[in-house]
């Protein structure tokens, strides 16, 4: 990509004018690439966490499985009471 870039600003810079800002844009994506290997130094948020005696907020376990309850073996009920359950009643008035 630096190759690219370089390329682009050779060819900017014989154009004439227009090579200011391909440097800049170069300059910015160096600078960005280094930032990002670069060591935090500053701490955001809350305590170290490689210290022991820091405060830490108390675990709680939940079952993800809790309100399950088994179904098997359960005796099957004849069909046609369970059909005749489920199936809409006939109207009256017709």
Excluded at 32 to 53: E, F, I, K, R
Excluded at 55 to 70: D, H, N, Q
Excluded at 78 to 88: L, M
Aim: with cysteine.
């Amino acid at each position: 990509m630096l190759a690219f870039s370089g390329a682009k600003s050779a060819a900017a810079s014989a154009v004439g004018g227009r090579h200011f800002r391909f440097d800049w844009l170069l300059l910015a994506v160096i600078a960005l690439a280094l930032a990002g290997c670069m060591p935090a130094t500053t701490q955001v948020a809350g305590a170290d966490p490689a210290d022991p005696s820091a405060k830490v907020a108390p675990l709680g376990y939940r079952s993800t499985i809790a309100p399950y309850t088994s179904l098997r073996p359960a005796t099957p009920a004849p069909w046609r009471d369970r059909n005749d359950a489920v199936t809409p009643q006939p109207k009256q008035d017709r």
